[in-house]
């Protein structure tokens, strides 16, 4: 037998096995296709090196059958009791959930994962947004005069530290609660005319969803969703005051992201190695010409100064090709910086993509985008 | 005598075995699937949808954990994800193997089996 005809043989085996992979349910492909094409390609590995081609098509027979019959059994597999898991809710584009946001969620699992809960309910939703710190929903309990750290101790206090058993479980459904939670979130944002669902939407969210701890604890801190609501448009203002303060070409981080769940949830993957995902993206007012981005990867040894060299190089190159409308183009800076992913150890220096983004904001603002 | 709550589905046989097999301790899939085919004489041969899916189950049930996803020295340099029995599958899989050993017992007493010594 020749050296290389096994590869070869048990190569398209396991290419062939992949491609019929698609035939399972997204959600158990999602999670079990990988280590179901290893173990098919482990199988074809030892049949091939003990029978031949013999052993390999006696697999495929076997394989054959066993893929029919649990095809079927995936699809009428009874339905989840609870809501989808985390990233079907967060990468679905109707709920256009904010980075921000997202990270939040992701810390919620965190915290549901740090307390040994195999379940992501209202209060882990909110230990997560203040774990978070950076957003619009804490600022407003600022505003409300909470203080984050005696909150957090007041839900602690009310939980029951979980099973070790259940830590590092992968799958950590939300409650029935949280998800209404984040309806009413989504709700919120459209009443309050926004087209994204931020920390500050959860959080009036969280206050209006009976029964949740989340509620009980806000109310004993007489915080009402009612009041929440009144403060998210002030703070909005006033953040909006300093942004025009700091730049005349505004910034508006959101709306570009509308229908960008895919991409995000690829950058959380690429996240796991520790690197900085950073996106730029102009994005026009008109529909037409198309929007530019600037994707890349920020890591310890890629320092600022040549990433900006990118970005600016980026730009014009662009903009030669498009001059006519650049009066109209906003900047978008935002920063994936991995926190939310599962597993991650972001190894990257905080202070120098803080500085990074405090780059392109000053270019903005001093006239350098419009000034071409 | 430990009886199983209602609301535990019960065992197929692939899922029993795979208990069976994760018994010994931690394993993966491909271990697992190993371990089944010796245990029962190459009776059993569990392909890798019923194998995900009885371990997706059992996850679910949580009489299974998935551990720290690592290589297998003894084989590549690939990543796996290991499971190992949880306490509370320790505890169905006796019930269950109780309630086979009767089983046995009940096919001796009729004659169907040969009576142990």
Redesign the interface.
């Known amino acids: 037998m020749r050296p290389g005809s096994q590869n070869f043989a048990v190569r398209v085996s396991r290419r062939v096995?992949r491609w019929l992979l698609r035939a399972?349910p997204r959600d158990?492909r999602l999670?079990?296709a990988d280590?179901?094409?290893?173990?098919?390609r482990?199988?074809a590995r030892d049949e091939f090196s003990r029978a031949g081609y013999l052993g390999l098509a006696f697999l495929w027979l076997?394989?054959l059958?066993?893929?029919a019959?649990?095809?079927f059994?995936?699809y009428r597999r009874r339905p989840r009791r609870f809501a989808p898991p985390f990233a079907a809710v967060a990468t679905n584009p109707l709920y256009n959930f904010t980075p921000r946001a997202q990270q939040a969620l992701a810390l919620a699992r965190k915290e549901a994962d740090r307390l040994g809960h195999?379940f992501v309910g209202t209060e882990h939703v909110l230990l997560g947004i203040l774990a978070h710190g950076q957003n619009v929903g804490v600022a407003v309990l600022k505003n409300l005069s909470v203080d984050a750290s005696r909150l957090r101790a007041a839900i602690e206090q009310r939980l029951n530290p979980g099973a070790d058993?259940n830590k590092?479980?992968?799958?950590k459904p939300f409650t029935p609660r949280v998800k209404k939670a984040l309806t009413l979130a989504g709700k919120t944002a459209t009443a309050l005319g926004h087209g994204y669902l931020g920390c500050e939407h959860m959080l009036v969210g969280l206050a209006l969803t009976e029964d949740g701890l989340a509620k009980t604890v806000l109310e004993e801190f007489g915080v009402s969703a009612v009041r929440c609501r009144a403060e998210i448009g002030k703070v909005l203002a006033e953040k909006a005051a300093q942004a025009e303060g700091d730049s005349p070409a505004r910034f508006r981080p959101r709306h570009a992201f509308e229908g960008e769940g895919r991409c995000i949830r690829q950058n959380a993957r690429e996240n796991i190695h520790g690197h900085v995902r950073l996106r730029l993206i102009l994005v026009g007012r008109r529909e037409s010409p198309p929007a530019l981005r600037v994707t890349f990867d920020i890591t310890e040894k890629n320092l600022p100064d040549d990433q900006w060299a990118v970005i600016q190089r980026a730009i014009q190159e662009w903009w030669r090709e498009n001059p006519s409308t650049f009066g109209s183009w906003l900047a978008a800076v935002e920063i994936f910086d991995g926190s939310w992913c599962e597993g991650a150890t972001p190894a990257f220096d905080r202070a120098a993509v803080a500085a990074l983004k405090d780059a392109v904001g000053k270019a903005v603002a001093a006239g350098w985008l419009s000034g071409m | 005598m430990e009886s199983l709550p209602e609301k535990f589905p019960s065992l197929t046989r692939a899922q029993l075995h795979i208990l069976l097999a994760l018994a010994g301790g931690e394993r993966h899939g491909y271990a697992i699937m190993r371990e089944v085919g010796a245990e029962t004489g190459g009776q059993m041969k569990l392909g890798p949808g019923t194998l995900y899916g009885a371990i997706k189950t059992l996850l679910e049930a949580r009489f299974i954990v998935e551990t720290e996803p690592r290589i297998d020295p003894e084989m590549d340099d690939e990543r796996r994800r290991y499971y190992k029995l949880s306490d509370l599958g320790r505890r169905v899989l006796k019930v269950e193997m109780r309630g086979l050993a009767e089983i046995v017992k009940l096919g001796r007493e009729r004659r169907i089996l040969a009576p142990a010594h």
């Not at chain 1, 280590?35 to 098919?40: D, K, S």
């Not at chain 1, 590092?168 to 799958?171: E, L, Q, S, V």
């Open positions: 096995y399972y158990h999670e079990w280590a179901m094409e290893q173990l098919f482990d199988c076997r394989t059958r066993d893929f019959a649990s095809v059994r995936e195999n058993e590092g479980r992968r799958h």
